[in-house]
């Protein structure tokens, strides 16, 4: 069974940019969560959905950023204007049935902005 | 608020044992987990333990609770170059799990 789909794997793109973050999360999995990884702040939870509805985003930064989940198999994470500051590694994770239970992450997309 | 802190680095000897810390803040949380995360890979679950529970053994991983003092440790046996990765551990915070900062454990052959 498939884990958990990111695409792209690496984006490259420069500054003012809009970059879109793809997720297909585990068939059957009703959460889906979106992190970003960097050195300096570690993990951080953006956005998390149940049910495809957005229940908690008080992590995304700015309204530069925007997620979607229009169906059950797939999510986006949109920045626009990118910056620099938003380089680092995105995840997407899916759950089954509480947002407590043991999440399942995709490997993640590198994001660099120059 | 939510904090769960973790000592950001351990280097051990291929064979010896290693012991990873954590320290959280919701003493209501159901289940603790511990993640590891390879290079170039997103986290994958290593275990877990319920809050019932003080300890839990599988394989070469031991898991001990401490609820008085909101401490939670992974001891690897035997650790091999492969265990060489970064440890998140993780409690049910407000929102979702919280995720500590991750632990890079570094094993020297």
């Known amino acids: 069974d498939a884990g958990v789909i990111q695409s792209p794997r690496h984006e490259v793109t420069e500054m003012g940019q809009e970059v879109t973050l793809r997720c297909k999360p585990i068939s059957g999995h009703d959460y889906l969560f979106w992190y970003r990884q960097t050195m300096m702040r570690g993990l951080e939870l953006l956005i998390y959905f149940n049910n495809n509805v957005p229940i908690d985003d008080s992590g995304m930064p700015e309204d530069r950023f925007s997620a979607k989940m229009p169906n059950a198999s797939f999510s986006t994470l949109k920045i626009q204007p990118s910056e620099p500051r938003d380089s680092a590694v995105y995840f997407c994770?899916?759950?089954?049935?509480?947002?407590?239970?043991?999440?399942?992450f995709g490997p993640g997309t590198r994001l660099t902005v120059l | 608020g939510e904090d769960v802190e973790q000592s950001l680095f351990l280097s051990v000897r291929e064979g010896d044992s290693s012991v990873i810390n954590c320290t959280y803040t919701d003493s209501s949380s159901t289940y603790l987990y511990w993640y590891k995360q390879e290079p170039g890979a997103g986290l994958q679950l290593l275990t877990y333990?319920?809050?019932?529970?003080d300890m839990k053994q599988d394989q070469r991983l031991t898991v001990l609770l401490n609820k008085k003092d909101k401490h939670l440790s992974l001891r690897i046996a035997d650790t091999q170059t492969g265990d060489s990765a970064i440890y998140f551990c993780a409690e049910a915070g407000r929102r979702a799990l919280t995720f500590g900062s991750g632990t890079r454990l570094q094993v020297q052959p």
């Open positions: 994770a899916s759950s089954l049935g509480s947002s407590y239970n043991e999440q399942f």
């Open positions: 333990i319920f809050s019932n529970m």
